[in-house]
Every structure is written in structure tokens, then in C-alpha cells.
């Protein structure tokens, strides 16, 4: 397929990546120079502008930060809904609310754009283990389920417009809320005087983690706490997802607790490079220290 990529974050260069290693045609633009660099070695062509990067797609990824950021690409006389070609596809790979998917599908060309974000780091969707989460006409995903699957393991398709980009949040509420929960206990842990090569033993060995906080107990107990989903995104979709709550008339009360964590991992002045610095916000001793037991 002729394949476009809007944004080159590092979601974006991995979906770029895998595009082009499963033989699609690539074009790529990005907000700011500079980063198409090994993409254009490998084959892809980079486009000036978004309304020439979508010129003679069939499919059209957008992989940007926010609401605001996928608006400003993607509305307006000269973005890429006005430029998109007819009977392509575009699928909105970014994590964004449900009020902008649907704004999104109700202003571009009829049947022609999805909510499609992705469950997966980049460096699983590099190796074709992403997971989509699709909302949108069943038409439109048809039409570009063969490039989704070179992308990923499976397609969930969720319903209309916007429940793609809502089961998103929803997950992405479970996983940063599980890694804070997590991150208490290692606190705790450490407190009593418990070393971490203990806690990676007990914690292999029992189901007490689900699978999601698995993969980041090793950041979370790093004190560099490596990784790529930064704090700011962390929280940008906590955030989200307490909007969808209060809009129905849930009263969350963890996701808040989360959301306070996170902003006092940001106001801090490090730039972590993972989330999983939460547990900075808890204080406490750090690996290889102890206060003691009681």
C-alpha cells in the first residue's frame, strides 16, 4: 500500500519502520525537521508539507502528541483531511479523546477516517506486536486491515467513531494507575529494609503484578527509570480518561491520586524519560537503602 505517516515521534518512526520493512510504499512528514533521516535511508520519501505527504496515499497514519496537535495537522483548509484523497484511508494512531475522533470522522470525507490507536511500546510495534483498538466505519477498516496487520497482532474493532480512542484511555488508565499501585508497594518494600532483588523473585513468581506493571517493575526500580512513555503523556491521558469519567458521573478516586503523583514527578525539573519515576514522588529510601524495619 502507499503508506504516509504523519509524525515522527518515536511512535510514529516505529510504525514508519515496520511499514517499510513489510514492503509498503512510505512517505513521511514530520512538525519539525530533521527527524526522517534513517526512514528516508531505508526507502521512505519525505513529503514538505502534510497536503503533499497525503497526496496519493491509501493510508494515512497519524502519530502525534494530543488533541491539539493531531487538530492542528489535521483541520482547516490546508490539513490533511481537506488534502486526503478520495477512497483513502485515515487512521488516527495518536492517543486523543473521543470528542476529537468523533469531531475528526464528522468533518473529513465520509467513511474515510478511524480512530486507531495502539496498545504496545514502539519497540513491539517495530516487530509487528501491536494491538489496535479501532473505531470507525467496518468499511474503512477493511480497507487498510493489510497494512494493520503487518503493523500488529490483532485489530479490535470497538464500535462508531470515538470508543477506539476511548477503550484506549481506558487502558491506559489501568496501566499508569497499576504502576503507581506498584510503585507504593516498592516503597513500602524498600522502607523495611527489603532488597529489590527480593522484590524481582517475589514478583516474577506470583500473579500479584498483572503483566503490564511486569514490564516496568525494571524501570520503575531503576533510579534512571528508562523507558519512552514519558510522565506529561502519562498524565495528558489520566487526564482524558477523568474528563470521560466525570462527563458520565463516575467519581474515580485512584486515577486523581495518580494524576497528583504524576504532576509531582513533573514539577520536579527531571525530564524522566518513563513514568515510571512515579515512584519519585513517594520518597523513601532508593535501592540499596534502608530505614530500617519495624
Known amino acids: 500500500?502507499?503508506?504516509?505517516?504523519?509524525?515522527?515521534?518515536?511512535?510514529?518512526?516505529?510504525?514508519?519502520?515496520?511499514?517499510?520493512?513489510?514492503g509498503?510504499?512510505?512517505?513521511?512528514?514530520?512538525?519539525?525537521?530533521?527527524?526522517?533521516?534513517?526512514l528516508v535511508g531505508a526507502g521512505a520519501k519525505e513529503a514538505p508539507s502534510p497536503a503533499d505527504a497525503v497526496a496519493a496515499a491509501e493510508a494515512v497514519l497519524v502519530v502525534l502528541t494530543d488533541d491539539a496537535a493531531v487538530e492542528s495537522v489535521c483541520g482547516g483548509d490546508q490539513g490533511?483531511?481537506?488534502?486526503?484523497?478520495?477512497?483513502?484511508?485515515?487512521?488516527?494512531?495518536?492517543t486523543v479523546s473521543p470528542g476529537l475522533?468523533?469531531?475528526?470522522?464528522?468533518?473529513?470525507?465520509?467513511?474515510?477516517?478511524?480512530d486507531t490507536p495502539v496498545l504496545g511500546a514502539p519497540g513491539?510495534?517495530?516487530?509487528?506486536?501491536?494491538?489496535?483498538?479501532?473505531?470507525?466505519?467496518e468499511a474503512a477498516?477493511?480497507?487498510?486491515?493489510?497494512?494493520?496487520?503487518?503493523?500488529g497482532t490483532s485489530t479490535i474493532h470497538c464500535g462508531p467513531a470515538g470508543t477506539g480512542a476511548?477503550?484506549?484511555?481506558?487502558?491506559?488508565?489501568?496501566?499508569?494507575?497499576g504502576v503507581a499501585a506498584m510503585a507504593e508497594g516498592i516503597a513500602v518494600a524498600r522502607g523495611q529494609g527489603l532488597d529489590d532483588d527480593l522484590?524481582?523473585?517475589?514478583?516474577?513468581?506470583?500473579?500479584?503484578?498483572?503483566?503490564?506493571?511486569?514490564?516496568?517493575?525494571?524501570?520503575?526500580?531503576?533510579?534512571?527509570?528508562?523507558?519512552?512513555?514519558?510522565?506529561?503523556?502519562?498524565?495528558?491521558d489520566v487526564r482524558l480518561a477523568l474528563e470521560l469519567a466525570r462527563g458520565s458521573g463516575s467519581a474515580l478516586r485512584i486515577a486523581p491520586a495518580a494524576e497528583e503523583l504524576l504532576t509531582t514527578v513533573i514539577e520536579s525539573g527531571r525530564d524522566w524519560p518513563d513514568f515510571a519515576a512515579v515512584i519519585e514522588a513517594l520518597g523513601g529510601p532508593g535501592p540499596g537503602q534502608s530505614r530500617g524495619t519495624t
Open 124 to 137: 513491539a510495534l517495530e516487530k509487528g506486536q501491536g494491538r489496535f483498538l479501532v473505531g470507525g466505519p
Open 1 to 22: 500500500m502507499r503508506v504516509t505517516v504523519i509524525g515522527l515521534g518515536n511512535m510514529g518512526r516505529a510504525c514508519a519502520a515496520r511499514a517499510l520493512q513489510s
Open 141 to 151: 477498516l477493511e480497507a487498510i486491515r493489510p497494512l494493520l496487520d503487518d503493523l
Open 166 to 177: 476511548a477503550m484506549k484511555l481506558v487502558c491506559n488508565l489501568l496501566l499508569v494507575t
Open 80 to 94: 490533511i483531511l481537506a488534502a486526503l484523497p478520495s477512497g483513502a484511508v485515515l487512521a488516527d494512531v495518536s
Open 101 to 114: 475522533a468523533r469531531s475528526l470522522a464528522a468533518s473529513g470525507p465520509d467513511g474515510q477516517v478511524l
Open 199 to 236: 522484590l524481582r523473585a517475589v514478583f516474577a513468581d506470583t500473579p500479584v503484578l498483572s503483566p503490564s506493571a511486569k514490564m516496568r517493575l525494571e524501570p520503575t526500580l531503576d533510579p534512571a527509570h528508562p523507558g519512552w512513555f514519558g510522565p506529561a503523556l502519562a498524565r495528558k
Open 24 to 38: 509498503h510504499e512510505v512517505t513521511v512528514w514530520n512538525r519539525s525537521p530533521g527527524k526522517a533521516g534513517e
